[in-house]
Each structure stands twice: as structure tokens, then as C-alpha cells.
């Protein structure tokens, strides 16, 4: 058997998007009482892909609401792309963080 976690991601103005988070694998007839539900380790890895991929998400949505100019509303150049890290209650995250003029 396979199981699949998936992030669906709907930002109203397009298509819902979904995005593959972690999958696992579970061999049929040999599945002991002990080993139903995800391991700790499994868990671990569920949460953190799940983490990253909001964040990333929400990273490039907030970059491009701000880089229009607020006066003439134009795009603004990029002037540098570097990583910066966030600290969020799960660990940190180094995300991707354009630089505008």
C-alpha cells in the first residue's frame, strides 16, 4: 500500500494547486499490530516537508504583492536574490528572499 500526503494550495485568483508533500510505503500481509500508523520518523519528515512548502509558498506570494512600486504600481528590478532564515516553532527555514530598488 501507498499513502500520499498532499498540500492543496488555493490562492483564489487561479487554479488549485496541489503539491505531493511525502508518500509512503506499506508492505501488504506483513503489517504487525506494532507498526500501524506513521513511525515517529515518518512524522518528523511529514512535518517538516509540509512546513517547508507553506512557507515557501507564502515567502514568494508576500515578494510579489510587494514588489510593485506604491506609487506608479510598475515592478520594481530585483536587485539581489539571497536566502534568509526564519525561525518558526517547528525549526528553521532558509527561504528564498528577492531584494528589491
Known amino acids: 500500500m501507498r499513502f500520499a500526503i498532499q498540500l492543496m494550495i488555493d490562492s483564489g485568483d487561479a487554479a ?7 508518500s509512503f510505503e506499506r508492505t501488504d500481509g506483513t503489517l504487525s499490530i506494532d507498526e500501524l500508523g506513521l513511525t515517529l520518523e515518518e512524522a518528523k519528515k511529514a512535518l517538516a516537508a509540509l512546513q517547508v512548502a507553506i512557507t515557501e509558498r507564502q515567502a514568494l506570494d508576500l515578494a ?35 531584494r528589491s530598488i
Open 64 to 98: 510579489r504583492r510587494e514588489r510593485p512600486c506604491p506609487c506608479c504600481h510598475q515592478p520594481t528590478q530585483l536587485k539581489d536574490k539571497r536566502t534568509i532564515t526564519v525561525r518558526t516553532c517547528f525549526g528553521k527555514l532558509a527561504l528564498p528572499s528577492p
Open 16 to 22: 488549485v494547486e496541489t503539491q505531493e508533500i511525502v
